[in-house]
């Protein structure tokens, strides 16, 4: 008996459960509304919406969703606008989805940490901010300038303008860090506890800000101070460490009283930049670039080779500056920073 022969004929074909056929078209959800997200937590998102309400006044308020499953594993982070269908009420125990994310204007990005992963996997932190905020103390704990470098290069690669607001004045003076800077043409506001608000308060009118510093500073003081009805716990600094306890556990986007937002991130201690490019961490130091002409093609400013030296060595900029961009390069490269 010879191995029986199967052609097409044997093939079982089963029969389709139901009569509508696949396709990848998604809905448009033209009825969706535009919310922008001000929280963010495990895979909830808090939206606040505007719908038309009675004698067709607008009315505002804050809704949970859930991402659709057709966005797969794009991102929401909080400053997103997105797109919103179904129950947009706000009440208690409802539940609707994010069905689009909106393009964005920028994206505050920021590597894991430098001495622990080297992956470059970009970490978001806000979306459509256009402002960032470097809170740092100028006492206890003192002022980490690396640490403001970095965020800077981070705030260069995302096309977002910068604000150094240097806290706790009555302990130290400004002077000595506000002179670091001033070749960066860096703004900065000092504040001190209990102080006028004012000039930043100004800074912020109608604009998004995101405000990042490590614990410690005071930058849940400002938020409350800023915005009554906030109610961020406040952290003390250690005084065998110097460092502060980490007392924000998200970021979170507060409506400003006079117009604008400003959005809380956690403290935090490290700011990876292996995301952002030999280019980029260079163009944040407009005082050196000039400098680098002529230096050998492919140069990681790094090298004895580079023509740097020679450049600062001539008076044309401060060694100090000099010194932070190569700490910067070197931490992007893998190479630990040290306390």
Known sequence: MRKREYDEDDVRIRPSKGSRPRTRIRPAHEDAVEGFVV???????????????????????????MKARELGRKGIVVGDRVAIVGDVTGQADTLARVVRVEPRTSMLRRSADDTE?????????????DQLVIVTALADPPP??????????????????????????????????????????????????GGELEELREHLAGRISVLVGHSGVGKSTLVNALVPDANRAVSHVNAVTGRGRHTSSSAVALELPEGGW????PGVRSFGLAHVSVETVLASFPDLVEGTVDCPKGCNHLDEDCALDAWVAAGHADPARLASLRRLLSIREGSPEPE
């Open 144 to 193: 980490r300038p690396r640490m403001i470098d970095r965020i800077l290069v981070a705030a260069f690669d995302a096309e977002i303008d910068s604000l150094l607001c240097l806290t706790k004045s009555d302990l130290a003076p400004p002077a000595e860090l506000v002179a670091l800077y001033e070749p960066l043409g860096v703004p900065y506001v000092v504040m001190q506890k």
């Open 117 to 129: 992963d080297t992956d470059g996997i970009e970490r978001p932190i806000v979306a459509n901010a």
């Open 262 to 265: 400003i959005i809380d991130t």
């Open 39 to 65: 929280a963010v937590d495990r895979g909830r998102y808090t939206c606040l919406v505007e719908t038309a309400g009675r004698k067709k006044k607008r009315e505002r308020q804050l809704v949970t969703a």
